[in-house]
Every structure is written in C-alpha cells, then in structure tokens.
C-alpha cells in the first residue's frame, strides 16, 4: 500500500513525456513534398504542402519589399532552405 503514491508519481511522468514529446514532434519532410513546391507559392500555400511552417531565420524589409528565410529540417539533419519576396516563393 505505501508503494502507490510512487508509482502513481512514476506513471504521471510516464504520460507527461509522452503527452510532450508527441506535442513537440519535429515534422519530416519528404523529396515529394519539396517537389510540389512552385516557384511564386504564398507561405500559406507552402505550409499546406509541407504541413509546417518551418522556422523563421531571419526577415529583412527596405521600402515595400520583404525579403525572408525558413528552415525546414528533418530529424536526421537533412534539411532545406527557403526563401520567399515579398511573401512569395523565389
């Protein structure tokens, strides 16, 4: 009897790390996703093909132009950069 609250705390941690590695799962991308990819795509469109939005690297302005960098990696390191003007895949 003395032993449920210890195991009650251990399976409490169990499903913890469970529910938090499955809500920070890292997406994986496939060739075939990138080869869905075309040139002028808004970021919404790209996001819907990827199902991320991958990482913001870093976004510059002058004037009414923007110019912006994501990354996309998989797990295993592999990974691809994107660049889009002005909201736009280029």
Same mark, same amino acid.
């Given at each position: 009897?003395?032993?449920?609250p210890?195991?009650?705390?251990v399976?409490?941690?169990?499903?913890l790390?469970?529910?938090?590695?499955?809500?920070?799962s890292?997406?994986?991308?496939?060739? &075939?996703?990138?080869?869905?990819?075309?040139?002028?795509?808004?970021?919404?469109?790209v996001?819907?093909?990827?199902?991320s939005?991958g990482?913001e690297?870093?976004?510059?302005?002058?004037?009414? &132009?923007?110019?912006?960098?994501?990354?996309?990696?998989?797990p &295993?390191?592999?990974?691809?950069?994107?660049?889009?003007?002005?909201?736009?895949?280029?």
């Amino acid at each position: 009897m003395r032993h449920r609250p210890a195991i009650a705390a251990v399976l409490a941690v169990v499903i913890l790390v469970l529910l938090l590695s499955a809500a920070c799962s890292v997406p994986e991308y496939t060739l &075939d996703q990138f080869n869905q990819l075309k040139y002028g795509m808004s970021r919404t469109e790209v996001t819907g093909v990827l199902g991320s939005e991958g990482r913001e690297l870093w976004t510059t302005r002058s004037g009414t &132009d923007t110019w912006a960098v994501y990354l996309y990696e998989n797990p &295993d390191g592999s990974n691809v950069y994107l660049s889009f003007t002005n909201g736009k895949l280029g």
